[in-house]
């Protein structure tokens, strides 16, 4: 099968398209043929050597978190799909190729509402918004969320789901590309270039803060999140897009009995990573169908365009997901 190698770290010279030897399931896995992948910023730091995948390096490293494609093969215990099966889903890595293995209960099946190809731009940042607003971070109907980047995959993700479960949400993001935020429904969007997102968020909530803070920049975001968190709220850490270390006032932690949470869904146990799988078939995959959610693509590139694609990602210019399409 042809897929994306990083045989050497560093720049978008090092990505490769090449033959590999075809994945093979186990036991309780399947081969899914695969018609769309996306972008990651995950796929940026694994080509820089900066977030490699869980595990033994192998012989061909082939970056890709999510999926979308057709059932080729089954593994002997598999008993819930069949060959045929048009099915969307994450991996640790692999997923930017023709062909791919997962767990049979990492699997998702694609609403009826999103084309085959489309699929591929849900997994990955609707799974990772609903994990943290609603699992990690508690948020439910009536509730308040921050979230930075809110035209990013997992911003454009956030803001539906949080309105589709009757919360409130503010968003940080650029000057252009406030329409896009305020279109998809966010409640108040904060051009972070002109406004300060803390000023902001206590005027908006009348100095109380907000439940939850979906973070994916970090640095100096850390001290004005917990200026925005209310007293018992949870700032769930999800990325780090901006300075690597932060520091913070201890003091302003403290009075608010708030918590500061780490995540990844990447590195986490298989039980974990299918329990909250699960979890977003049996309460986000229906809203596709009846509306209230949609996948927000932004652009797509060929599989022999993967540097290209890097380097547009690179640009932080995308509203909503960038996909590659390979078959």
Same mark, same amino acid.
């Given at each position: 099968?042809?897929?994306?190698?990083?045989?050497?770290?560093?720049?978008?010279?090092?990505?490769?398209?090449?033959?590999?030897?075809?994945?093979?399931?186990?036991?309780?896995?399947?081969?899914?043929?695969?018609?769309?992948?996306?972008?990651?910023?995950?796929?940026?730091?694994?080509?820089?050597?900066?977030?490699?995948?869980?595990?033994?390096?192998?012989?061909?490293?082939?970056?890709?978190?999510?999926?979308?494609?057709?059932?080729?093969?089954?593994?002997?215990?598999?008993?819930?799909?069949?060959?045929?099966?048009?099915?969307?889903?994450?991996?640790?890595?692999?997923?930017?190729?023709?062909?791919?293995?997962?767990?049979?209960?990492?699997?998702?099946?694609?609403?009826?509402?999103?084309?085959?190809?489309?699929?591929?731009?849900?997994?990955?940042?609707?799974?990772?918004?609903?994990?943290?607003?609603?699992? $990690?971070? *508690?948020?439910?109907?009536?509730? &308040? #969320?921050?979230?930075?980047? /809110? %035209?990013?995959?997992?911003?454009? !993700? @956030?803001?539906?789901?949080?309105?589709?479960?009757?919360?409130?949400?503010?968003?940080?993001?650029?000057?252009?590309?406030?329409?896009?935020?305020?279109?998809?429904?966010?409640?108040?969007?904060?051009?972070?270039?002109?406004?300060?997102?803390?000023?902001?968020?206590?005027?908006?909530?009348?100095?109380?803060?907000?439940?939850?803070?979906?973070?994916?920049?970090?640095?100096?975001?850390?001290?004005?999140?917990?200026?925005?968190?209310?007293?018992?709220?949870?700032?769930? $850490?999800? *990325?780090?897009?901006?300075?690597? &270390? #932060?520091?913070?006032?201890? /003091? %302003?932690?403290?009075?608010?009995? !708030? @918590?500061?949470?780490?995540?990844?869904?990447?590195?986490?146990?298989?039980?974990?990573?299918?329990?909250?799988?699960?979890?977003?078939?049996?309460?986000?995959?229906?809203?596709?169908?009846?509306?209230?959610?949609?996948?927000?693509?932004?652009?797509?590139?060929?599989?022999?365009?993967?540097?290209?694609?890097?380097?547009?990602?690179?640009?932080?210019?995308?509203?909503?997901?960038?996909?590659?399409?390979?078959?």
């Amino acid at each position: 099968m042809r897929a994306v190698v990083i045989p050497e770290y560093g720049g978008v010279d090092v990505l490769q398209v090449r033959e590999v030897p075809d994945p093979a399931p186990g036991p309780e896995e399947v081969l899914v043929n695969v018609a769309c992948s996306a972008m990651n910023r995950a796929d940026l730091l694994q080509r820089m050597g900066l977030y490699p995948a869980p595990g033994p390096k192998p012989e061909f490293e082939i970056p890709g978190l999510e999926f979308a494609g057709t059932i080729a093969a089954l593994g002997e215990r598999v008993t819930g799909w069949s060959v045929g099966d048009e099915v969307m889903g994450i991996v640790s890595g692999g997923a930017k190729a023709e062909q791919v293995v997962t767990h049979e209960r990492m699997l998702q099946h694609i609403p009826a509402s999103v084309a085959l190809h489309d699929a591929a731009a849900i997994p990955e940042v609707f799974m990772t918004a609903h994990d943290a607003l609603v699992t $990690q971070g *508690g948020l439910a109907s009536g509730g &308040t #969320a921050l979230v930075h980047a /809110g %035209a990013s995959g997992v911003g454009t !993700a @956030a803001i539906q789901i949080v309105k589709a479960i009757g919360a409130r949400i503010a968003v940080t993001c650029s000057t252009s590309k406030v329409t896009a935020c305020t279109d998809l429904g966010a409640d108040l969007v904060i051009d972070y270039t002109e406004t300060d997102f803390a000023d902001a968020i206590k005027e908006w909530t009348g100095r109380q803060g907000v439940d939850v803070v979906l973070d994916v920049i970090g640095g100096d975001y850390l001290a004005r999140n917990i200026a925005s968190v209310r007293v018992q709220g949870r700032i769930i $850490q999800v *990325g780090v897009m901006g300075e690597p &270390t #932060a520091t913070f006032p201890l /003091g %302003a932690l403290l009075p608010k009995r !708030a @918590a500061l949470i780490g995540t990844v869904l990447r590195s986490r146990p298989i039980e974990q990573k299918i329990d909250a799988n699960q979890r977003f078939c049996a309460e986000l995959l229906p809203r596709f169908d009846d509306g209230s959610l949609r996948p927000i693509i932004d652009s797509r590139f060929a599989l022999d365009d993967i540097a290209e694609a890097h380097e547009y990602m690179a640009t932080n210019a995308n509203v909503g997901k960038i996909l590659l399409d390979i078959a």
